[in-house]
Nanobody, 116 residues
């Protein structure tokens, strides 16, 4: 059985930082990463990383977010800095075989709220 366990969401002020974690069990996929969905908007890719270390970031988060993974622990991390109110969304962990296409396995989501 495949399970994705997410943690690290919360409420932060603009300019603050958060670190999201997602641990996968029951399966290993080449690509792990994060998508997000804000109210009234489409779900979008935030950042993904392959076993090779290749990464893909949304243009809006380049230079502010860093994705990494621990292959031994089958865990992916998203270090978010210089957070903006526009980053407010539910963040979903995702795993699959392709860098540019979402996989079939999703976490339940963790809320990130950036507000004063």
């Amino acid at each position: 059985q495949v399970q994705l366990v997410e943690s690290g969401g919360g409420l932060v002020q603009p300019g603050g930082s958060l670190r999201l974690s997602c641990s996968a069990s029951g399966v290993v996929f080449a690509v792990m990463g994060w998508y997000r969905q804000a109210p009234g908007k489409q779900r979008e890719l935030v950042a993904v990383i392959a076993l090779s270390g290749d990464t893909l970031y949304a243009e809006s988060v380049k230079g502010r977010f860093t994705i990494s993974r621990d292959n031994t622990k089958n865990t992916v991390y998203l270090q978010m800095t210089s957070l903006k109110p526009e980053d407010t969304a539910v963040y979903y962990c995702n795993i699959g075989p392709y860098l540019r296409t979402a996989g079939r396995h999703w976490g339940e989501g963790t809320q990130v709220t950036v507000s004063s």
